[in-house]
C-alpha cells in the first residue's frame, strides 16, 4: 500500500513536535450535535447519555438488555470513541410502553441526561456533527507557536482525510479487503465486511487527496470539479452548477469533493476527472473489488475547517482545544497538522 494514502503529506509544514494524546478518557470529549429538538412525544424514546471508556455499540446493548429489549430497537446516530467521554442519543422503540427512569438504564460507565419522545427513530448518519474538547498533555514544543498554527489550521483548514482508525492496525484493513476480493479471505460477518469495504474506499478518497496536496491544487479548484455543502454533504453536480461556484468556494460556503469509489461515471470532468482517474489506476484491484462490492459513486469534500475553535494554555503547560466538525470527520485530522499524538497502548487498541 501507499503511505501517501495511509498518512497522506501535510498542509501546514508538519507537526510541531509531540503530545500525550487520550492518556485518560476525560482527554478526549465527545459530545453530539443532533441538529434538532426532538417532538417530545411519538413511539420513539430518546435517551441522552454520557458515556465514559465505552463504544456505542456496548451502550445500546446495554440500554436494550435494562428494557428487556430487542437489541435491534435500539439505534444511535453515530460511533463514538470508546477510550474517551463521549454524549450522544440513543432511541428506543417503544409504542405504548412509557418512558424508563433513568436510573433504571444506568451502569458503570453509563449516565443517563434526559430522557424525550420522538416520532421518528434515530438513523446512522442524521445528526449535524460533534463538538470534541481534547486535552494535549505534556506536549514538547513551544504554546505561543501551537497558538499560531492552530489560528492557521482555523482559518485555512486541514485536509478532510480519513484517520489511522478507519484502517485498523497498521492499515491492515486495506491488505484484508485486498484479500477479500481476491477470493483469499471470507469476512465472518456483515459488519467486518463493511468496515474492510470502507477502508478500501478511504484509502482511494485519501490517495486523490493526496496527490492534490503533492501537485499543490488541494485547495484550489480545477476545471471539472465537483463542490459540495461541508455541512450536510449534498453535492453541486456539475449539470446542476449555477455558475458562481468559484466564488462560493473563494467564500468558504463549498468545498471541493474527492470521489468515494464504487459503481457508474465519476461525477467529475476535464482536468478533476483527468487527475481522479490518474490516481486510481495505480489501484486497479480495489476499484474493481468496490465495484463488484455494489457500492456506487458517492463523493466527500476534501477540506475540514474547525467551526467555534478555540485554544487553552492549562496550568502546567497542556493545551486545550475545542471545535466542532461535521459528521463523517476525524478530530485527528485536525490534530495531525499540530501534532504527533502518541496514544497509550490501551487507547489505541480500543
Known amino acids: 500500500m501507499e503511505r501517501d494514502s495511509l498518512e497522506p503529506p501535510y498542509l501546514h509544514g508538519g507537526p510541531l513536535g509531540h503530545a500525550a494524546f487520550k492518556t485518560q478518557p476525560e482527554d478526549f470529549v465527545v459530545e453530539e450535535l443532533l441538529g434538532f429538538e426532538p417532538s417530545g412525544v411519538g413511539e420513539h424514546c430518546l435517551v441522552w447519555v454520557e458515556k465514559r471508556d465505552l463504544d456505542s455499540n456496548a451502550a445500546g446493548a446495554r440500554l436494550a438488555d435494562a428494557l428487556g429489549l430487542r437489541r435491534r430497537l435500539v439505534s444511535h446516530c453515530g460511533l463514538k470513541d470508546r477510550h474517551a467521554v463521549t454524549r450522544q442519543w440513543f432511541s428506543l422503540h417503544m409504542p405504548g410502553q412509557p418512558s424508563p427512569e433513568p436510573a433504571g438504564l444506568e451502569s458503570e460507565g453509563l449516565r443517563v441526561l434526559r430522557v424525550t419522545r420522538n416520532t421518528r427513530k434515530l438513523r446512522r448518519g442524521i445528526h449535524l456533527g460533534n463538538r470534541f474538547t481534547i486535552r494535549l498533555r505534556n506536549p514538547d514544543f513551544d504554546a505561543a507557536a501551537a497558538e499560531a498554527r492552530w489560528s492557521l489550521i482555523a482559518s485555512v483548514g486541514a485536509p478532510n482525510v480519513f484517520g489511522s482508525q478507519r484502517f485498523g492496525n497498521e492499515g491492515r484493513n486495506v491488505e484484508k479487503a485486498l484479500a477479500m476480493f481476491r477470493g483469499e479471505f471470507t469476512p465472518g460477518d456483515r459488519l467486518l465486511r463493511g468496515l474492510l469495504l470502507s477502508a478500501a474506499r478511504s484509502h482511494l478518497f485519501n490517495a486523490v487527496v493526496a496527490e492534490r496536496l503533492t501537485r499543490g491544487c488541494w485547495d ?11 455541512d450536510n454533504g449534498t453535492l453541486l453536480l456539475i449539470e446542476n452548477q449555477r455558475g458562481d461556484e468559484m466564488q462560493r468556494f473563494a467564500d468558504g460556503k463549498v468545498e471541493i469533493t474527492a470521489p468515494l469509489w464504487g459503481n457508474g461515471e465519476l461525477h467529475s470532468a476535464g482536468e478533476v476527472r483527468d487527475l481522479e482517474m490518474a490516481v486510481m489506476a495505480r489501484f486497479p484491484e480495489l476499484t474493481a473489488g468496490l465495484e463488484a462490492a455494489g457500492l456506487r459513486q458517492e463523493r466527500r469534500v ?24 461535521p459528521r463523517g470527520s476525524y478530530a485527528t485530522a485536525v490534530l495531525r497538522e499540530l501534532a504527533v499524538l502518541d496514544e497509550p497502548s490501551t487507547a489505541k487498541t480500543s
Open 220 to 230: 484550489r479548484a480545477l476545471p471539472g470539479e465537483v463542490f459540495g455543502f461541508p
Open 302 to 325: 476534501m477540506r475540514l475547517r474547525p467551526m467555534n475553535p478555540d485554544f487553552v494554555i492549562l496550568a502546567g503547560g497542556d493545551l486545550q482545544l475545542s471545535f466542532d466538525l
